[in-house]
């Protein structure tokens, strides 16, 4: 298979694993792996065709990239921007301490922005009320069965994540096997059947992008906001409605919880960079307290 390759050197300190650390769904991640090489290998559905994106960071700095597959030039073009290039936080400023130590320490940390709607999408949605466990389950085996082998001489067991086309020839009993309830396929077959027209958030960009992305019954504030993050890097979609991130934020910033609406209230001078001061906590590793068990994980197959 025919090999493109292009180097490219930032112009700013370069973390690759916090930069791409909201796209990876797990260790286990079937479309991202960092081998021991110092590698990062990186799979892609594009308006071309499907990609495989591996490069490495040299000593001087340099990336050297090389991708394979019909959507290779489009996924060496996104390179910069996948890395944090497009990420501007002119006028970000730090309101507290736990934000600006955060900053401090990672200066690498940039908000990542791989211009694909339809890759980012289909994990937010499988996301949706569960556990990451579960989730992440059903992704893995998602890729297996319905995306395809990733192009070029990529390590074993590195997918494609699946087409719009894909996900809507699966069958009732297959989503089931993979754990997947009605109300999510749902929402993922109601997306691949406009699939062409949400890649148009990522032009959009912030609030009307997606707005677009809520078009779709079952993708709400939330999922939205996982997307954008993704797709586009918005600087601005906050996850309300998450589980995780209000505690998180209430107890980094306040040393208490908080709910949605405290939360917002708190972020509201990070406006229009809200997102951005939630990523520095989250990287720094600022957690919520654990008080009790986990929740049990729930197995649809076995139903």
């Known amino acids: 298979m025919p090999?493109?390759?292009?180097?490219?050197?930032?112009s700013f300190p370069l973390d690759v694993r916090g930069v791409l650390a909201p796209l990876r769904r797990g260790r286990g991640d079937p479309c991202l792996r960092?081998?021991?090489?110092?590698r990062t290998w990186l799979t892609a559905t594009t308006p071309d065709g499907p990609a495989t994106l591996v490069f490495r960071v040299c000593t001087d700095g340099t990336v050297e990239a090389r991708a394979w597959g019909d959507g290779a030039a489009a996924v060496l073009d996104g390179l910069p921007a996948l890395l944090g290039a497009a990420d501007d936080d002119t006028g970000f400023v730090a309101?507290?301490?736990?934000?600006a130590a955060a900053r401090r320490r990672l200066p690498g940390l940039r908000l990542t922005s791989t211009g694909r709607v339809w890759d980012a999408l289909v994990p937010a949605v499988l996301e949706q009320k569960v556990t990451s466990v579960e989730a992440r389950r059903s992704w893995r085996e998602l890729c297996r069965w319905f995306g395809a082998p990733a192009p070029g001489p990529a390590p074993s067991g590195l997918r494609v994540p699946?087409?719009?086309?894909?996900?809507?020839?699966?069958?009732d009993w297959q989503w089931h096997r993979a754990g997947v309830d009605l109300r999510r396929r749902s929402t993922l077959a109601a997306a691949a059947r406009v699939a062409h027209r949400l890649e148009q958030a990522a032009s959009l960009r912030g609030e009307r992008g997606r707005a677009l992305l809520r078009t779709v019954p079952g993708i709400g504030v939330w999922t939205a906001a996982e997307?954008?993050?993704?797709?586009w890097g918005d600087a601005d979609a906050v996850s309300f409605g998450d589980f995780h991130v209000p505690s998180i934020v209430g107890y980094a910033l306040l040393g208490r919880p908080l709910d949605d609406d405290g939360m917002a209230e708190v972020l509201a001078p990070y406006a229009p960079q809200r997102q951005r001061a939630v990523r520095y906590l989250e990287a720094?590793?600022?957690?919520?307290?654990?008080?009790?068990p986990r929740y049990p994980i729930r197995d649809y197959r076995a139903i």
């Open 3 to 10: 090999e493109l390759s292009r180097c490219w050197r930032p």
């Open 162 to 171: 699946p087409t719009p086309a894909a996900i809507r020839s699966i069958t």
């Open 227 to 231: 997307i954008a993050q993704r797709a």
């Open 95 to 99: 309101h507290h301490d736990a934000v």
């Open 34 to 38: 960092h081998d021991d090489g110092g």
């Open 284 to 292: 720094a590793g600022h957690t919520r307290p654990r008080f009790g």
